[in-house]
């Protein structure tokens, strides 16, 4: 066979320039920051890979959507645009727009949980689980022992266990259990796509007890292309048919489309059961906006039609992927310990055998990530011991097993030689990981702590 690399499906039409500031001013930078690279500015980093969210580029059909807002308080055309464009390619019936994941999560929340309910997911996601907790319910990890590993090499860590879900239904009763939260690429576990025949098990488990699957779709496209290159049956089906596939064999789908989505803001709530529908219309008007808007513009809603059927395009989703794994293989040819196997949005560094001589109070991964920014200017995120927050009845620290880094990478945005100036950097500090010492937490949110949390060194 001819070998083809996964080049980029687009040429550049407009750049942003970019500046690598001194060693001296990271150092002040970021110590004003408190250690923590959610308290950077922006024209402060060099390469920004915080987050892949609401961070793409956007392409000239988009901007050109931008200009055809129909910015109506009322029945705006656009929304009617991003309302075909979800029906069509992920397969929902009703749709909901919020203004961004976490509103539809709230949403969603609201309507199914009651006190004293029980949520099993495949791992947490932040906001997720906090508005699960705020409805009354109680999140309950029911993803394979697998995803907890940073070292096991299976190909679908996203999976949930079924023995694990089957044990929550029997210990709890179904009739506790609103629904099921699958997340299609399992973001705290590094990026891992679940397969299609799990889901399908989760599905024929879950009609049993007449309970619901709420799927996490925030990057269904990426999760897809994972099971076309793996799943044994799945070679010949292109990336949309399989996202339809997934999404049919669920009940509703929270959406942040600042992610697989290709937008900067925005969301949604979709569903097919119209009793939901009516109740998510009803709360709608109260917390985000109009059935027809909820908190997005015209423009955004345009924008976000046409981002999503760019989204699941295969040469899209083949150059996205091939880039993180182009930079996750640069690393294990290091030595450098990440997160086995590559994810999909993002290279996940595994503090604990990064720093071995921290202890995981001295919070590794944030002192990683704070490294990493003060040896290149490039921006990462804790994903450990800080995300994970604390315990809500005994108040003490999670300690969740992965403690990492997060290298995210945003759609469309950076070249492959910004992956071969963050590879540098990363080998620079692992190589003079020795000298790094650890921190401790001196202010500490009540909420979501890792966004607003500072540190000193100790
Ligand atoms: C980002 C994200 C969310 C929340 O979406 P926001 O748009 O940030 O509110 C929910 N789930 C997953 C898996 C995410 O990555």
Not at 42 to 50: A, E, G, W
Not at 156 to 161: A, D, E, P, R
Not at 308 to 337: F, M, W
Not at 365 to 392: F, H, P
Request: aromatic letters at 10%.
């Amino acid at each position: 066979m001819r070998k083809r690399s996964w080049a980029e499906p687009y040429k550049i039409k407009m750049v942003e320039p970019v500046f690598m500031n001194s060693q001296k001013e990271r150092e002040i930078y970021i110590k004003e920051a408190g250690y923590n690279t959610f308290l950077l500015k922006s024209k402060d980093v060099y390469i920004d890979l915080l987050t892949d969210s609401g961070t793409s580029a956007m392409s000239d059909r988009q901007w050109a959507g931008i200009m055809m807002g129909d910015e109506a308080y009322a029945g705006s055309a656009n929304f009617y645009h991003m309302e075909e464009a979800i029906q069509t390619h992920y397969g929902y019936k009703y749709i909901i727009p919020t203004h961004q994941g976490r509103g539809a999560e709230h949403l969603i929340s609201k309507i199914l949980i009651k006190e004293g309910d029980y949520l099993p997911g495949n791992m947490y996601f932040t906001t997720t689980r906090l508005h699960q907790e705020l409805a009354g319910g109680t999140f309950v990890d029911v993803i394979i022992d697998e995803a907890h590993d940073s070292e096991s090499n299976f190909r679908f860590k996203g999976n949930i266990s079924l023995e694990k879900l089957q044990k929550v239904i029997d210990e709890k009763g179904a009739e506790n259990i609103p629904y099921v939260c699958m997340a299609t690429t399992v973001n705290m576990a590094g990026g891992q796509p679940i397969s299609l025949q799990n889901l399908k098990e989760v599905r024929n488990l879950t009609n049993k007890y007449g309970i619901r699957i709420v799927h996490d779709m925030t990057r269904v496209a990426e999760n897809a292309y994972m099971i076309q290159q793996l799943e044994e049956g799945y070679a010949d089906k292109s990336v949309a048919e399989i996202v339809l596939e997934i999404c049919n064999l669920t009940d509703a789908a929270t959406m942040s489309s600042k992610k697989d989505a290709l937008v900067s803001i925005g969301g949604f709530l979709a569903m097919n059961d119209p009793d939901v529908f009516e109740q998510a219309r009803n709360l709608v008007v109260v917390y985000e906006g109009l059935h027809t808007y909820g908190g997005m513009a015209g423009r955004d809603m345009e924008a976000l039609a046409i981002g999503i059927t760019e989204s699941i395009h295969d040469d899209h989703i083949r150059a996205r992927v091939g880039q993180v794994q182009y930079l996750g293989e640069k690393l294990l040819k290091a030595g450098v310990p990440i997160v086995n196997p590559i994810g999909t949005h993002g290279v996940f560094l595994d503090a604990k055998k990064f720093l071995p001589h921290l202890t995981q109070d001295q919070f590794p991964a944030q002192t990683l990530a704070a490294e990493i920014y003060l040896d290149s200017g490039v921006r990462t995120m804790e994903r450990g011991i800080v995300s994970a927050g604390r315990n809500s009845e005994t108040g003490e620290h999670n300690y969740p097993n992965l403690e990492l880094v997060r290298l995210t990478i945003p759609r469309r945005v950076y070249t492959q030689a910004h992956m071969d100036v963050i590879a540098e950097s990363v080998e620079y500090v692992y190589e003079n990981r020795e000298k790094i010492t650890g921190m401790k937490m001196i202010f500490e949110p009540k909420y979501l702590r890792f966004f607003q949390a500072r540190f000193e060194k100790i």
